[in-house]
T-cell receptor, first 114, second 113 residues
Framework: AQTVTQSQPEMSVQEAETVTLSCTYDTSESDYYLFWYKQPPSRQMILVIRQEAYKQQNATENRFSVNFQKAAKSFSLKISDSQLGDAAMYFC???????????FGTGTRLKVLA | KAGVTQTPRYLIKTRGQQVTLSCSPISGHRSVSWYQQTPGQGLQFLFEYFSETQRNKGNFPGRFSGRQFSNSRSEMNVSTLELGDSALYLCASSLGQSHQPQHFGDGTRLSIL
C-alpha cells in the first residue's frame, strides 16, 4: 500500500532564512509522482512543486526545491529566503502512474517569524 | 479562466440526514477527485472520476458515493450522516494524467450536529 508520512506537525523559520520540510513515502511501484502542495490559511490548496520518480534531478521552482532520495524514499522540501507569505500548511503527496489515487501526508504547519 | 467551484461553502446537517456536494472543474478538465480533510488526518482520498467513470476510490464506507456528469461536473453524496463526517470536503480537477497537477476548490465545510 502507498503511504506518505510527514513527521513534523509544525515548523518555524525566521524571515529570509531557509527551512526544510520532511516527507517519507512508501510504494512498491517504480513509476510514481511526488508533489508538495501549500494550503494558506483559509485559502485554496496550490501546487508548489512536483517530481517524477524516474528523474534523478531534483525539481526546483524559484525559492522552492526538493531533495529526492529515491533509495531512502525521502522527498523533502527546501524553502529558501522564507517570506511571510510562505506561512501555510504544506502537504506532501504521491500517486502511482495509472492509479489516479492520490495519497497525502498529514501536513506540516509552517510559521514564518518576522 | 475560472477555477474549481464548490457549492455550497458551508453546510450544517444533523445525524441521519443525507447531503449532496457539488464541484465544477476548471474548463477542459475531465478528472475530478474528492477528499475529506480533518485536523490531524490530512487529506483522505475519497474517489476520482474521469469522463463519467470512477477510476479509483479510497477506503470509505458505502455511505459515500459520487458521480460525474457529461460536462465533467461532479457531485458527492453522503447518506446517513454521522458526527465523524464533519470535515472540509475538497474537490480537485485536472486534465487527467497522473503527472498533471490537481487544482483545488475552496471546499465545502460540513458540520454535523
Amino acid at each position: 500500500a502507498q503511504t506518505v508520512t510527514q513527521s513534523q506537525p509544525e515548523m518555524s523559520v525566521q524571515e529570509a532564512e531557509t527551512v526544510t520540510l520532511s516527507c517519507t513515502y512508501d510504494t512498491s511501484e517504480s513509476d510514481y509522482y511526488l508533489f508538495w502542495y501549500k494550503q494558506p490559511p483559509s485559502r485554496q490548496m496550490i501546487l508548489v512543486i512536483r517530481q517524477e520518480a524516474y528523474k534523478q534531478q531534483n525539481a526546483t521552482e524559484n525559492r522552492f526545491s526538493v531533495n529526492f532520495q529515491k533509495a531512502a524514499k525521502s522527498f523533502s522540501l527546501k524553502i529558501s529566503d522564507s517570506q511571510l507569505g510562505d506561512a501555510a500548511m504544506y502537504f506532501c503527496a504521491s500517486t502511482t502512474s495509472g492509479t489516479y489515487k492520490y495519497i497525502f501526508g498529514t501536513g506540516t504547519r509552517l510559521k514564518v517569524l518576522a | 479562466k475560472a477555477g474549481v467551484t464548490q457549492t455550497p461553502r458551508y453546510l450544517i446537517k444533523t445525524r441521519g440526514q443525507q447531503v449532496t456536494l457539488s464541484c465544477s472543474p476548471i474548463s477542459g478538465h475531465r478528472s475530478v477527485s474528492w477528499y475529506q480533510q480533518t485536523p490531524g488526518q490530512g487529506l483522505q482520498f475519497l474517489f476520482e472520476y474521469f469522463s463519467e467513470t470512477q477510476r479509483n476510490k479510497g477506503n470509505f464506507p458505502g455511505r459515500f458515493s459520487g458521480r460525474q456528469f457529461s460536462n465533467s461536473r461532479s457531485e458527492m453524496n453522503v447518506s446517513t450522516l454521522e458526527l465523524g463526517d464533519s470535515a472540509l470536503y475538497l474537490c480537485a480537477s485536472s486534465l487527467g494524467q497522473s503527472h498533471q497537477p490537481q487544482h483545488f476548490g475552496d471546499g465545502t465545510r460540513l458540520s454535523i450536529l
